[in-house]
């Protein structure tokens, strides 16, 4: 049973199938948010069952301009095949009448305008002109989906670029001179715990490429074994928020919704 996945709706997989279907994004964002877990749902459990419960009943409509921003970012190193497929309106601003119109038409495509996708191009720019850097990502493959059992749970990933004996993740950030804090206040070690198991590398061979979306700085940074370890802490807290909250059995997940409704969140001041 070594190559067989058990989701928590109950179901099993040949893990090979399930990571094929995985290029899918409809398929990866779709049924297997809720089938496995993954770095962004724990890092909903450690704010709260609410918080992870209410990711599963509604669809996610997160939205923000620093996730659109990094969405097309990644896209256009990437990907960027998916970036020139993207529509991109020639307004000033998202709340122009010829945008919202566009918008309505899209059947739930993402519609982007033409300073977004210029200003995705400056950070592609200001990426590919790091020689170290870019000669890194290069001999990389990108967008690689892994699904695994960490701490006997599933568990979904889907890796920026993949190369011969380390990961690199992409990151944007509003300033690159804060990220040791960035990266601890986004779980980003939960991330690097959990990659590094799923893959089966060690934590030395895991790198954050950063780029400052305002001063164009690039950042290389890898990580510590207090990092990783304080990653599988946090991952060993969610799930077990999770089994507290969320019981798994062959007909599906069972959700304890008089616990999580009478949950509150307590302290001292």
């Not at 995985?22 to 990866?28: R, S």
């Not at 290069?138 to 920026?160: N, S």
């Not at 979306?213 to 807290?237: I, M, N, P, T």
Request: net charge negative.
């Amino acid at each position: 049973m070594e190559n067989t996945i058990i989701t928590l709706d109950g179901k099993f997989w040949d893990k090979n199938d399930l990571i094929s279907k995985m290029y899918d994004d409809e398929f990866y964002y779709g049924y297997l948010a809720s089938a496995v877990l993954s770095s962004s749902s724990l890092k909903d459990l450690l704010k709260s069952p609410k918080v992870y419960y209410n990711s599963l009943i509604r669809e996610n409509d997160n939205d923000s301009q620093a996730l659109r921003d990094g969405h097309l970012f990644h896209q256009s190193i990437l990907e960027i095949d998916k970036f020139s497929e993207n529509t991109f309106v020639d307004v000033k601003s998202k709340a122009t009448k010829l945008y919202k119109e566009a918008v309505e038409s899209s059947n739930g495509k993402k519609i982007y305008t033409e300073s977004e996708r210029l200003n995705a191009l400056r950070l592609r720019d200001a990426f590919m002109r790091n020689d170290e850097i870019r000669e890194m990502i290069e001999a990389c493959d990108y967008e690689i989906p892994i699904v695994g059992e960490v701490m006997d749970m599933p568990f979904r990933g889907k890796a920026d670029a993949v190369c011969d004996s380390f990961l690199l993740d992409l990151k944007t950030t509003t300033d690159i001179h804060s990220f040791y804090y960035s990266a601890k206040k986004w779980h980003y070690d939960i991330q690097v715990y959990l990659y590094c198991n799923l893959f089966g590398i060690d934590y030395k061979d895991f790198f954050f490429v950063v780029i400052d979306k305002q001063s164009l700085e690039l950042g290389l940074y890898d990580c510590s074994e207090e990092f990783y370890f304080r990653g599988e802490s946090k991952v060993a807290q969610a799930i077990e928020t999770y089994k507290e909250y969320f019981t798994q059995h062959d007909e599906g997940i069972v959700l304890d919704k008089k616990k999580i409704y009478n949950y509150n969140i307590k302290g001292t001041l």
